[in-house]
C-alpha cells in the first residue's frame, strides 16, 4: 500500500512525502480508511507508530473536503492531549501535514496568557489541539464554541481517562451538536478503562489493536540493571562519558530527584537540560528546544514527558528511578526507536525498586533482560558512592567541630 492510493487531496499527499514518510504504518494502514468511512475508531498500537498522522491524514481530508464544499466556520476537529508540550506537537502535525490546504489548526494549553488564544481562535481555527484544563476555561467563558465539532480526538487516550476527564468528555460530547466521529488512541489501555471508551463510541466502532502480546516498541531494546541507590548517579554519569555521542532522556521520580541529578552532573562538568512540572512555560519549552535542537543531549525529566513527546535521534533512555505506574515504564522507553529509528533503554534497578520491576514485568508479560556491567564500572561506582558518603561523614565532622569550637568561645 502506498499514501498515492487514498483518496486525498494531491496537497496532503504532497504534504505527506516532504514529511518523509514513504508507506503507511500498520496502524496509519487501518486507521485511515476508517475514518475516511466516518467510522468511530479505537486504536491500541505501539509507542513511535505513527499514530498522529493515523488520525491527522483523514481528518485534514474531510475537513479539507467540507471546507472546499461549502463555507463553514467554527472549529470542527478537538484533539485532547494530556500534556501541553503534546497539544503542541500535535498542533505542529497537522499544520504539516494540512500545508497548502485552507486548513487552520491551533495548539491551546495553559501555562501562558490566553488573550492572544482568544484571539486567534476568534480569528476562526478548524482543529483545535489541546490540553483539557485551558479548553474547558474557554468554553466556560464562551471563547470556544464546539458546537460545529464533527470530530473528536482523544490521543494517550486511557491517560485522558484516567485523569478523571470522563466526566469532562461526556459533558463535551453533550455539547456538540452535530452527528460526530469519536477516536480514541493509546499505546496502552487496561480492561477497565477499554469499558469506558467503548461506552464513549459508536457501537459498532472499529477496533484496532496492532501487536498486542508486548505493548513495547519492537525497536527498543531493553534491560535492568541492579544496582545500589548511591551508586546510581555514578553509573548514568559513567554512561554519559562512555557514550558521547548518545543522545540520552533520563526518568527519575520526582521533580527534586531531576534537580539533584543535575547538580551532580553539572558538578562532574556535565551540562544537561532538566523537565518537569515545577518550571516555568518558557522554561519547560527551552528545556525541550535545547535537547530537540541538540544543544545539549541530555535530558533529565519526569513522567511529564513520558507520553507522547516525539524528538527525533534519542538513542537513549535510563530509567535512573523504575516507574511507579507499570505501564509508564513502556511510555517512557518508548521515548526512543520511533519512526523506523532503533534506540536502546536501561532501568536502574535498587532493592526498594524490586517490586516495582515485578509489576512492571507483569505488565509486559516477560522477564526483562538482565544486563551485566563491566568491573571498571561498578568499582568506579562504588568508589565513588564510598567517597561521597566519607566527605559526607567529614562535613559532619567539620560541622560539629566548628559548633564545638564556638561554644567553647561563648563559654570563654
Ligand atoms: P506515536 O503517536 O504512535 O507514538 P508519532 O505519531 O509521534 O507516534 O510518530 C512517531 C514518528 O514516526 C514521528 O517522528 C513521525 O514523523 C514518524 N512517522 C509517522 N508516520 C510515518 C510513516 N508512514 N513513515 C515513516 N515515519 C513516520
Ligand atoms: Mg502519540
Known sequence: ???????????????????????????????????????????????????????????????????????????????????????????????????????????????????????????????????????????SQGIIDVSNVRFFVLDEADKMLKLGFYEDLVYIKKLLKQRHQTMFFSATIDEEIKKLAYSQVKGDAIRIQISPKDPVSRNVKHGVLFLKQEEKRFYLLDFIVENPQAKIICFARTKLRVERIKKFLEKNNVSCTIFHSGLAQDEREKSLCDFHENRCPILIATDISARGIDIANVSNVINYDLPEIAENYVHRIGRTGRGDKKGEAISFCCKEEEGLLKAIENYTGYEINRVEINEETVQKAKIGAENENKSLQEMILNEEAAAAAMRKKRRK
Open 1 to 139: 500500500m502506498k499514501f498515492d492510493e487514498y483518496k486525498i487531496a494531491d496537497e496532503i499527499k504532497r504534504n505527506i512525502e516532504n514529511s518523509g514518510f514513504k508507506k503507511p504504518t500498520d496502524i496509519q494502514y487501518k486507521c485511515i480508511p476508517s475514518i475516511l468511512a466516518g467510522e468511530d475508531v479505537l486504536a491500541v498500537a505501539q509507542t513511535g507508530t505513527g499514530k498522529t498522522a493515523a488520525f491527522a491524514i483523514p481528518l485534514i481530508e474531510l475537513i479539507d473536503r467540507q471546507k472546499k464544499n461549502k463555507r463553514s466556520s467554527g472549529i470542527k476537529c478537538i484533539v485532547m492531549c494530556p500534556t501541553r508540550e503534546l497539544a503542541k506537537q500535535t498542533g505542529g502535525v497537522f499544520a504539516k501535514l494540512a500545508k497548502h490546504t485552507n486548513l487552520v489548526s491551533f495548539a491551546l494549553y495553559g501555562g501562558i496568557e490566553q488573550e492572544r488564544q482568544a484571539a486567534k481562535i476568534q480569528k476562526g481555527i478548524d482543529v483545535l489541539t489541546a490540553t483539557p484544563g485551558r479548553m474547558f476555561d474557554l468554553i
